[in-house]
Each structure stands twice: as C-alpha cells, then as structure tokens.
C-alpha cells in the first residue's frame, strides 16, 4: 500500500507505480502536514475504539470513519495518474464536501437520520447522492476506472431492473432512487456494511500494525536473517529470495510492495548469480505475491472472510497453514530447478552470524507470535494485533533506548503512515458496499448463482462433473474478475455471486471462502495485468511479458491446489479442517502434485526433462489433487511411469 509521498526511481516509487492501488501524491510540506495530523488523528479514534467504544454502536463509529479518511483520499490522490501534486482547489473542495456529506448523519442528529430510515428527507438524499458519488470518484483515484463502473452498472441494474423482460430471472420490480439511497446511507448494508466495518475495525488496525513494524526494523531484519540461514551455494540466492518474501509480507500485506521492496535488495545477488532478468523478476513477483496469502496477516479479504462466516480470524490463518507452505513450496521446486538449468552461481554474500542475529533482533518475531497466542486465548484481533504493536514498539525503544525522541518520532510517523497507507482499501471496501447492497435488495446474487450451476448442467447430469465444470467456470470467472478490480473487491463481488453457487452443490463454507480468495489472490500473478510482475520487471530491467510469464511459471502449481478445497470430502483436510492422519498424507499427496506440477512448467528434473515425459506429468498432478483413492492411484501410475521414462531417457543420452 502506498504510505505517503516517495522520491521518484525509489523502490516505494516503483511500487506504487504498478501496485493495484494507484500512486499517492508527493505533498509540499503545507498539505503534507494537513494529512498527516488528521491521519494521526484517525489512528487515535480507531485505538479508541478499541478499548472504549461508541455507545451508540459500530455504525456511528463507521459514520465518523468514513467521514474522516475519505476527505484524505482527495488529498494524498490526483484525478488523474499524472499531474500536479499538491491538491488544487477542486481537491480541498471535494475534501470539504466528502467532510460534510460524510459526517452529515452525526451532524444533523443521528437518532433521528436512523429513524428516518426509509422514509429519508429530500435533504437526506441529497447528501447520501453526494456521497455516493464522492466514494466513486475516492475509488477511481485510487485504483482505477474499472470498479465505478461496476457499481454504476450495479446502480443501474437496481433502478432499471423493472425494464427487464420479466420472464428473465435476474428481473425485479426496480427500485426508486431515494430507496438507492436509503439503502446506501441509512442502512447497514451499504457504505457501513461488512466490508467498511472490516476496513475500520482490522485492516486499519494491521496497517498500523505493519507499519509500527516496519519503523521498528523488522524489514531488514528479516532480510539479514534470511541471508544468514543459507549457505554459499547456485541455488542460496533464490533460496534466500524465497525466505525473504514470506517474511516481509508480515510487514507490507501488499504483494507489489512486497515484490519491489524485496527485488531492491536481492536483485543485485541474482544478478551475480547469473539469473536472468525475467526468471530473476518472475520469482520476486511471485514470492512477493505469498504476501497477501500467509499467516499471521494475510491480506484484507481474509478480515472479510472472518466477517461473513462469523468465525474467529484464528480459524482463517489456520486454513490458510497448508496452503501457504504448498505455494512457497512451489516456489521453491521451480527455483531449484531454474538454477540448475541456467547453471546459476554460487554468490559470497556477507551476513552475519545467524545466532547472533537472532539474538539481536529476533524480537520481531515475538510481536507475530502473540497475535496468534492472543487469538487462540480467545481474544478479538483487533485487540490483539493493539497488544503486537505496542510489543513491537516497546522493543523497538529499548533496542534505541539512548535516542528516545527519535523512536517516539517515528512510532507517531508510522501511525500516521499507517492510516495512509489504508485509504485505497478504505475506498474500495466503502464502494463493495454498493454492489454489497445492490445484490442484497435485488437477490441478483442467488439468480447468477444458479445461472452458473445451470450451466454446468447443461453440459452434463453427472453430479461431479457438474461440480468440477462449475468450480472451473468459477475459477475462470474469479480470476477474470481479479484482472480488473482489486483483490478486496474481487473477493466480495466472487462471495456474493459464486459463492452461493458453490453452496447449492454442498461446498462448506470454508472450502467456499478459501478458494474464491485464493483466486481472487493468484489473479495478481496472471497475464496480461500481473502487476507485482510488472513492478518487477521495472526492478531487474527485463522484459514485461517475460517477467509475467516466468512469474506465472513459478505459481502455476498454486493455482490449482485451490481446487483440490472443494472437489472432494478430503480437500478440507488442507483446511485443517480433518483428523491429522488424513491432513497429513493429504498434504503429502498434495506436495507431490505441486511437484509434478514443478516438473511440468520448469522442465527439469536431476536434468532436463523430455516434453513427452513432461505431458505424462501432467496427468499424474491433476489426479493426484483428486483427492481420492481412485485418482490418486491413478496419478501416482502417471508419476511412476513419468520417472521411469525419465530415468530411461536420461541413461541412454548419458
């Protein structure tokens, strides 16, 4: 996420450059100021929320953190991706109106807006179109064109809904324009619906909380720990590159940043090694993705995932375990294999000695540690990622305890940084509201759910086939999905439409939750839009397609362990969700069929693999992650004779 305004050339350039979320201005000192101290301001609400809540309940605080954050975005976000950077007159008007309108059912008295539900004075409407249309333009600045329009076309689709031809199934009654509105503004369904709330109450709090982090020095400790806990060898510079995505994203949440921040350190080590610019850039985009999907913080979704089912956010981070070690685990199969194939070199990197390193700075674990101590003692994680800031903190003091007024200086940098750096997901989580509401009033939801499952019985009356065609289709439609709107509103827009589709053919819930977000996830690493790919290839120099398809080599075994979820009985086991002798030779099962996968996009196996021992490969991962017995023995076969064709092959070319 973009935290404030950054030099040009610089890693924090480049990635907001080509992150989902478009750049933040860089401010003169006036208007810099302005932002920061209500920044500041907006984290000290959202603390206080915490421990003393409103009493007149979650929604009036939502009124408040709404009406507050998005004058911000009119500020720290140009109208256009090029232009001046300090706000021009337009900016500061917007930023006054948003002010008004937003905090306008507080203003005018808010028991008495609530009690007009329904019923919503002319003067009411007028400020919740406003508002409407100010959330619009806050997300358009922030990440693109492409959601407005979805929610104009939602808007329209409720108004003109009694145009449509009534024999059609997605056609109702239509709805009036002040209903919109009502729906909107005085209804928690819409901007202060479960998306916002999450924005207000998690995602803000863990943007503090990485940046709290970050300022401690987490970042480069990471990396430094990394670097020391390989050895000298061709394939320790991957290695290391591997290691230091999955630890970093504990700080950023954001794939690209992750990406770009990772690729400013080890891309001068891969270069050294030999690594070509695109297999060098496809593996930073790629460990740097992992960001948005490991524990402890995942990416905003997961918050959202926790909303919608009523689970704790402890039970997400453990169904997110097997599969996050499953992408990593990819990672590292397609690495090991690229190094040994452009016979990468061994690079002496200087780093310290990784006892000592610990011991000096392994305290920025203990802060990762207790958020999961704490949710599994039950207590909520907006609290408990409060607790994991102040630990960071206050080791992060005694760590420079003799410079006092330099920690606490940069401690209230980064709460302020923190509240930046959430407002695009603010504004996209404010607009999901829209099409949130849209689906709600019209049940167009259930209507495309079965559209979906309708058309996957056209095709077949089989029912698992009808299952496989329609987890495909979904899996197609969530990542196309994901090409064009942020991962956040991607999954929202995916639960409301495709996941009751999945439930009609007896998908739990988890299994559901969990492969909507992973598509909405992976379709950040796939052509033509990969951005972290994109960031990337701006890091390493090499080309933007190159760079997309290398990265999309080494997920591709991710993209498909997300339907092993939901195929099969036994594909809650990757979930956690099992006794632990069928997790384990499920995850085992699993593990060799990303390594078949491995097999198949890299090309190598002790040596170059044939394209026909290749295809046979194919096969073998594709029913291994059917996960029963048939199909596995089937698989296990197709393996089987794919490495005795190898081995073969292999001999007589010796």
């Not at 670097?227 to 320790?236: I, L, N, Y």
């Not at 942020?486 to 009609?504: D, Q, R, Y």
């Not at 909405?520 to 839009?529: D, G, I, Q, W, Y």
């Amino acid at each position: 996420m973009t935290t404030g305004p950054v030099e040009e050339d610089t890693p924090a350039a480049i990635a907001a450059e080509h992150d989902e979320e478009r750049p933040a201005r860089m401010l003169s000192r006036v208007p810099d100021r302005v932002v920061y101290f209500v920044a500041l301001a907006v984290a000290v609400l959202v603390l206080k929320q915490v421990f003393f809540p409103f009493a007149k309940g979650n929604q009036f605080y939502l009124v408040l953190f709404l009406g507050v954050t998005l004058p911000l975005v009119f500020l720290c976000y140009r109208p256009r991706l090029r232009g001046r950077d300090d706000p021009g007159w337009t900016d500061w008007a917007l930023a006054v109106t948003a002010l008004a309108v937003g905090l306008y059912p507080v203003l005018a008295g808010y028991d008495d807006f609530l009690n007009r539900q329904g019923i919503l004075s002319p003067l009411d409407v007028v400020a919740g179109a406003l508002l409407l249309v100010l959330i619009l333009e806050a997300t358009r600045r922030t990440t693109g064109l492409v959601l407005p329009i979805v929610c104009l076309l939602f808007l329209a689709y409720a108004y003109y809904g009694g145009f449509l031809p009534q024999n059609w199934g997605i056609a109702h009654a239509g709805i009036d324009f002040s209903q919109i509105v009502n729906a909107l503004y005085n209804d928690a369904s819409g901007f202060y619906g479960t998306p916002l709330d999450v924005a207000g109450s998690y995602i803000v709090l863990f943007t503090l909380y990485g940046a709290v982090l970050n300022a401690s020095g987490a970042g480069q400790f990471f990396v430094d720990i990394s670097f020391a806990a390989f050895r000298k060898s061709r394939t320790a510079p991957g290695r290391t590159t591997v290691l230091s995505g999955f630890l970093l994203g504990t700080v950023s949440g954001s794939g690209t940043a992750t990406a770009v921040s990772l690729g400013s350190i080890t891309w001068p080590i891969l270069k050294k090694a030999r690594y070509p610019k695109e297999n060098a850039g496809g593996l930073l985009a790629a460990s740097g993705i992992g960001a948005i999907l490991s524990p402890p913080t995942l990416g905003a979704a997961a918050f959202i995932i926790a909303e919608y089912l009523q689970t704790s956010y402890l039970k997400v981070l453990v169904w997110a375990t097997v599969p996050t070690l499953l992408y990593y685990l990819g990672i590292v199969f397609a690495m090991e294999a690229d190094a040994r194939r452009f016979q990468a070199e061994a690079v002496d990197v200087p780093h310290g000695n990784p006892g000592k390193l610990l011991l000096r700075g392994g305290y920025h674990f203990l802060s990762l540690a207790i958020i999961v101590v704490f949710l599994a003692l039950d207590i909520p994680p907006f609290a408990a990622v409060v607790y994991a800031t102040g630990v960071a903190a206050l080791f992060a003091l005694i760590a420079r305890r003799h410079e006092p007024k330099a920690w606490a200086k940069d401690m209230v940098d980064a709460l302020s940084a923190g509240v930046r750096g959430a407002l695009p997901v603010i504004a996209v989580c404010a607009a999901a509201g829209v099409i949130t509401s849209t689906i709600t009033k019209t049940g167009l939801g259930l209507e495309l759910a079965d559209a979906l499952v309708e058309l996957a019985g056209a095709l077949t009356d089989n029912g698992t086939l009808i299952l496989i065609l329609t987890v495909l289709l979904s899996a197609v439609a969530v990542g196309v999905l994901g090409l064009a709107v942020p991962v956040t509103a991607s999954f929202i827009i995916a639960w409301v439409v495709i996941g009751p589709a999945l439930e009609t053919l007896g998908v739990a819930d988890a299994e559901r939750a969990m492969f909507i977000f992973y598509y909405a996830v992976l379709s950040e690493v796939t052509p033509p839009t990969a951005l972290a790919a994109v960031a990337s290839a701006a890091i390493t120099g090499g080309s933007v397609l190159g760079t997309m398809w290398q990265c999309w080599k080494y997920t591709l075994p991710a993209f498909l362990v997300p339907i092993a979820f939901v195929l099969t009985d036994n594909g809650a086991a990757l979930l956690l969700e099992s006794d632990a002798l069928t997790v384990v030779w499920v995850a085992a099962v699993s593990a060799l069929a990303v390594a078949a996968l491995a097999v198949v996009t890299g090309g190598w196996l002790f040596g170059p693999v044939s394209l026909p021992v290749r295809l046979l490969f194919v096969p073998a991962a594709l029913c291994l992650l059917y996960l029963e017995p048939v199909p596995i023995a089937i698989g296990a076969a197709c393996g089987a004779a794919a490495l005795l064709a190898h081995a073969v092959i292999k001999r007589r070319t010796a």
